[in-house]
């Protein structure tokens, strides 16, 4: 069993006080791999090495056109590297190795938008009615990001931070999930590899609340690119107010997923069961709420509850299983407890229900399971349960199921179904969400927006909106005369 270290300053940093930690495969339950339990030592050290490679390094010498070719060539050695890394993530967290795989060959198409958005940052003249003052605007890095990641899509996750950062020119200190931490380290390697200077990349491993805090109490940080839940989002937000710290905060959800009665049917049930058991349900936008109109609920019912049958859940290094194990001994707990309370609170139990019985028995399965008849006020309904546990909702009209859909504290995502395009658009229109699809689910794309409305969170990944929350806007007034 291998240890891995910090990352810092383009070398590995062992904890000053010689502390591991360890990370378990959710597949066997057995220990995987040993990792430095960072403090606030290497935390300095780390906020040390990003700080100098902002100021004084050649990382801020670099033309942008260079900046984004680097990045691009950081693609280029991730996707070299996609088996090793799509391993990686399969082993730490149980995700699909096909997956994942495809994912770290995505996180390359991330790179080349972001690489290629770097020499694009532009500034504005602004007409004035003063003859003689000659203005501009700039859009300049912030310095120190400070990027705190979850362990339920690493390289996802890291990637829509960290590319955008860099592409504005800012320097990074890396926290991953304490679950997940090795994609983080092998991303700096591959960072290192791809000619990215020392320091501009550095990763730090250990718990949130000591790590992650220190990260957020820095005054030498300028910003934290926060994904997590929604209740750590706002310990930080709280904290950052010491140093009025930049904050982007990507946090929980409870997506509706809506299906009317004219939906294409074929298409919404595998829109339903993408949605809530894609990634075993720890997907922050998963479409945990299913919201039937009345007339189609039974039919619907029949075909989804015949599909969940064919869902294979096993070791997601083989390519017929379609759920792996939830992600550790302590999230399979709580997905375990939800059910219980769906049961308790007289949810109809129609899938699952229980740990599902794979390999040595020790690993962390859970069935895909699906509770009809819940009512939105229910707390399967009401709390992210971040697993494979699926809440249908009926309802009655249009108005019924935009109301109930917007009725909870997140604003993620949201779907909706249905043939009728003044339908889609109005229910687009009406649904409290920082993103709507219309006919589909989990769709991403480096170009397009993300992020929350509410309690989900504030602030944007991706697209060039995502980019601009990056960068601090300075105003240059020059008097001519
Ligand atoms: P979490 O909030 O427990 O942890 C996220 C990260 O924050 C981890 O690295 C953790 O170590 C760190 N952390 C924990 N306490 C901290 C503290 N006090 N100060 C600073 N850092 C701290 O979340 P999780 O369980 O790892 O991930 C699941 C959550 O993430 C879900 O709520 C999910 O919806 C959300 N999520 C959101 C998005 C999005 O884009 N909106 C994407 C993925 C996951």
């Not at 490679?53 to 050649?58: D, I, L, S």
């Not at 399969?90 to 996180?107: C, D, H, V």
């Not at 049917?265 to 339903?272: F, L, N, R, W, Y």
Request: with cysteine; glycine share 12%.
């Amino acid at each position: 069993m291998n240890t891995y270290q910090n990352y810092i300053g383009g070398a590995d940093v062992p904890a000053a006080d010689g502390r591991t930690f360890t990370a378990f495969n959710p597949t066997t339950g057995g220990v995987w791999g040993t990792f430095a339990l960072a403090g606030p030592a290497e935390v300095d050290r780390a906020v040390q090495a990003a700080s100098g490679a902002f100021r004084t390094g050649p990382w801020g010498r670099l033309s942008p056109t260079r900046r984004g070719r680097l990045l691009m060539k950081w693609g280029d050695v991730i996707a070299e590297h996609a088996d090793r890394i799509a391993t990686i993530e399969t082993e730490q967290n149980g995700k699909l190795f096909a997956e994942m795989r495809a994912q770290a060959r995505i996180a390359q198409d991330w790179l080349y938008y972001f690489g290629g958005l770097a020499d694009k940052i532009e500034g504005t003249v602004i007409p004035l009615d003063r003859q003689s003052i000659f203005n501009y605007t700039l859009r300049e890095p912030l310095g120190v990001v400070g990027v705190i990641t979850p362990w339920n899509s690493p390289t996802f996750i890291a990637i829509m931070s960290l590319a955008p950062a860099l592409a504005a020119g800012n320097t990074i200190v890396l926290k991953p999930a304490s679950q997940t931490p090795l994609t983080a380290l092998k991303f700096a390697e591959l960072c290192q590899e791809a000619g990215l200077p020392e320091g501009v990349v550095n990763v730090v491993t250990g718990p949130g609340g000591k790590v992650g805090m220190a990260m957020v109490r820095d005054p030498r940080v300028d910003k934290i690119a926060f994904t997590g839940s929604t209740e750590v989002g706002k310990q930080i937000m709280r904290e950052a107010a010491g140093t009025l710290k930049r904050l982007s905060l990507e946090l929980g959800g409870k997506s509706p997923n809506i299906v009317f009665a004219d939906a294409d049917m074929e298409a919404a049930v595998k829109g339903a069961l993408t949605g809530i058991f894609y990634n075993k349900g720890e997907v922050c936008a998963a479409g945990s709420r299913l919201f039937l109109e009345d007339s189609i609920h039974d039919a619907f019912m029949g075909k989804l509850t015949e599909r969940v049958k064919g869902l294979t859940v096993g070791d997601p290094m083989d390519k017929a299983t379609r759920m792996g194990p939830v992600v550790s001994k302590a999230q399979m707990d709580t997905v375990l407890s939800y059910i219980e309370a769906g049961k308790q609170e007289g949810a109809r139990l129609v899938a699952g229900g229980g740990r599902a019985s794979v390999g040595n028995g020790k690993g962390y399965f859970i069935q895909p399971t699906i509770f009809d008849d819940v009512r939105n006020t229910m707390k399967i309904a009401r709390e992210e349960i971040f697993g494979p546990v699926l809440s249908v909702i009926p309802f009655k009209s249009l108005e019924e199921g935009l109301a109930e859909g917007n009725s909870t504290t997140y604003g993620l995502a949201a779907a909706v179904w249905t043939r009728d395009v003044a339908k889609a658009l109005r229910a687009a229109q009406a649904i409290r969400a920082g993103t709507v699809w219309v006919n589909a689910y989990n769709l991403f794309d480096a170009a397009l927006p993300f992020g929350g409305f509410k309690e989900s969170g504030f602030g944007r990944e991706m697209g060039a909106a995502g980019l601009e929350h990056y960068t601090e806007l300075k105003t240059v007034w020059v008097d001519l005369s």
